[in-house]
């Protein structure tokens, strides 16, 4: 019982945020024209269509009850005037209805979801690359794998499967006390078969006891299916994630000869989505040999119970097929868990990732809210740090900063070993860091970009990666193309409209090229180089230097580096050294070489 009320808890909150928006949305009724609506009222007023035209095909089929009773009773008394006139006057005016009415129910129903997913997608994009959760969610060692899988799949059969479970449940409820009533009312009078024993509503109850054994024995059946699908999906993003991953990096698997090293991965995990997909058929097996078999009784099981009285001459055939019909309804919609049992346990694993995602999210978010590294913008031109202290993600102290001044027009060079926090500071100043505490003050009104070692690059045009982020379009192909050559890529001018995976075409070489033409572009007050030319010759690096010294002279340019060259083009050294503790502390040293 707790588990149920967890689960229901789950898709409460997964649910209630749609229908409570208060975001305001346009949409178009022939021929009432265009209004504006919060989208709430929107999903809220197709809800209630569903749900309304739902209720009104059962009491189409409650009418239809009666029209099978009637219709049989003509049957047997050979009355083909009654047997025509009930097909004509009632049976075709109420079936036509009821198909009109779920034409349009499905056509409502489709719109409701399709609105339904593409706010949920937003919701949970928006708050996925928000306040870089991404970034911090990967930090946090989150039990949120896939997420492309969770927002573009699983968003995508919650909406559907939610949508059906609860018209079917609906349906089912209206249906089974619809029905009830006209089970009941039918044995009032009947005795149980083979006794003189008179109990009030027996079909009723003899439904209920029948259905509630039923559904005990499937759910012990079928209980371990929701563990299985859940991980079942999870080795599918896995398997579908390896093999993305490894087109992303097929160079560097050729160049160290690990085709075999590969095939090996793959093979065990897809070894293991295989595994558990034949634990799932194995279940299933059993589930669908109970459930076919229980559904093959249900064929005969209301007419048997329903014969001695027709053959005693109690009733007659029209009400025989009514009671036979009315007790096959009852039962089914008693039977709903039975019914939707492997729905139910694809369903239970949507939601449980669903709402590990969510958990995952409040996690990063809940650590971008509890940091005491605080970056903000400060009074002056300066960059200024105090009292830092930088941590990794298991709580080991990396890197400590008492009081540090980055004067503009200063550029400056921060050297120091590998995994002594250079990047990790970098990523501090550019407020991404949430494991630490101190102070940054970053220049008033200034921009600030950074570039990684290895840059990203977009799906889409040239263009697009070489303007990214900025997506306004604001910069014409003249200069860009102008940027491409200044960097170095005179060989890519004349494909800017070309889409290809630049992120595999393209040597890290030309990528990080690519990245200081991004720079030149977007003309930043501050420019941080996080070991940006690395991959390139030194002759280039030099190149690249004197250029962005040329073309953005307005631009402060500090840079993580490796290469003693590099001392020539930065006024200011920081070397990153150990203290007693092992904690690195930035040493201010001074090149003997004027920047150039």
């Known amino acids: 019982m707790q588990g149920l009320k967890r689960a229901l808890l789950q898709i409460w909150r997964l649910t209630y945020p749609y229908y409570v928006t208060r975001?305001?949305?346009?949409?178009?009724?022939?021929?009432?024209?265009t209004f504006r609506l919060q989208e709430r009222w929107v999903a809220l007023s197709m809800a209630v269509l569903v749900i309304g035209i739902e209720f009104a095909q059962v009491a189409i089929n409650v009418r239809l009850s009666y029209?099978?009773?009637?219709?049989?009773?003509?049957?047997?008394?050979?009355?083909?005037?009654?047997?025509?006139?009930?097909?004509?006057?009632?049976?075709?005016?109420?079936?036509?209805?009821?198909?009109?009415s779920a034409i349009i129910q499905y056509v409502i129903q489709s719109f409701l979801r399709i609105r339904w997913r593409a706010w949920m997608t937003r919701h949970y994009v928006d708050r996925w690359l928000g306040n870089d959760t991404h970034y911090r969610m990967g930090l946090t060692g989150a039990r949120a794998d896939n997420p492309d899988q969770r927002i573009a799949d699983d968003i995508d059969q919650f909406t559907q499967t939610t949508q059906t479970l609860a018209i079917s449940f609906l349906s089912a409820v209206s249906n089974l006390v619809s029905f009830s009533v006209i089970l009941w009312n039918i044995s009032a009078v009947f005795t149980v078969p083979g006794t003189d024993w008179h109990v009030p509503g027996f079909l009723v109850w003899g439904a209920l006891i029948y259905s509630g054994l039923v559904t005990w024995l499937t759910h012990l059946i079928g209980r371990p299916l929701i563990r299985l699908n859940f991980e079942q999906q999870r080795r599918e993003a896995d398997f579908r994630f390896s093999l993305a991953r490894l087109r992303e990096y097929g160079e560097q698997v050729a160049l160290l000869s690990g085709g075999a090293a590969e095939r090996a991965s793959l093979r065990d995990r897809f070894g293991a989505l295989i595994a558990n997909f034949y634990a799932i058929v194995d279940r299933r097996k059993r589930l669908s040999a109970f459930t076919v078999s229980y559904q093959q009784v249900n064929v005969v099981i209301p007419y048997i119970l329903v014969a001695p009285y027709y053959f005693a001459g109690q009733i007659q055939l029209g009400m025989m097929t009514q009671t036979a019909g009315a007790f096959a309804r009852v039962e089914s919609t008693m039977s709903f868990f039975i019914t939707f049992y492997v729905t139910l346990a694809d369903y239970k694993a949507q939601v449980d990732r669903l709402t590990s995602f969510d958990a995952a999210m409040e996690r990063a978010e809940a650590m971008r809210a509890q940091t005491r590294l605080v970056v903000a913008p400060g009074a002056g031109a300066a960059l200024q740090v105090r009292d830092l202290a930088l941590g990794l993600p298991d709580g080991r102290r990396i890197a400590a900063v008492r009081d540090l001044v980055l004067e503009p027009g200063e550029t400056t060079l921060l050297t120091g070993p590998s995994g002594s926090g250079k990047s990790t500071l970098f990523r501090a100043l550019a407020g991404i860091w949430p494991f630490g505490e101190g102070t940054v003050r970053t220049p008033a009104g200034a921009t600030l970009m950074l570039l990684p070692q290895r840059p990203y690059l977009p799906m889409g045009t040239l263009r697009m990666a070489a303007t990214y982020p900025d997506a306004s379009g604001r910069h014409d192909d003249a200069a860009i193309r102008e940027a491409l050559e200044a960097a170095r890529l005179p060989h890519?001018?004349?494909?800017?409209?070309?889409?290809?995976?630049?992120?595999?075409?393209?040597?890290l070489g030309e990528q990080q090229r690519l990245a200081i033409a991004r720079a030149l572009l977007a003309k930043p007050d501050w420019l941080f180089l996080d070991e940006a030319t690395a991959a390139v010759d030194e002759p280039t690096e030099a190149a690249l230097y004197r250029m962005l010294r040329q073309r953005l002279p307005g631009t402060t340019l500090v840079s993580i580096g490796h290469r003693s060259t590099l001392d020539a083009f930065h006024q200011r050294r920081l070397d990153m050294t150990p203290r007693h503790d092992g904690v690195f502390v930035p040493t201010d040293l001074r090149t003997p070489v004027a920047a150039q």
Do not use: H, M
């Open 23 to 33: 975001e305001e949305t346009q949409i178009r009724i022939w021929p009432f024209g």
């Open 492 to 507: 890519l001018v004349t494909r800017l409209d070309e889409e290809a995976p630049w992120a595999q075409t393209l040597s």
């Open 67 to 100: 029209f099978n009773r009637d219709w049989f009773n003509a049957i047997q008394s050979k009355d083909a005037v009654a047997f025509w006139a009930l097909l004509f006057s009632v049976f075709c005016f109420w079936a036509a209805i009821y198909v009109g």
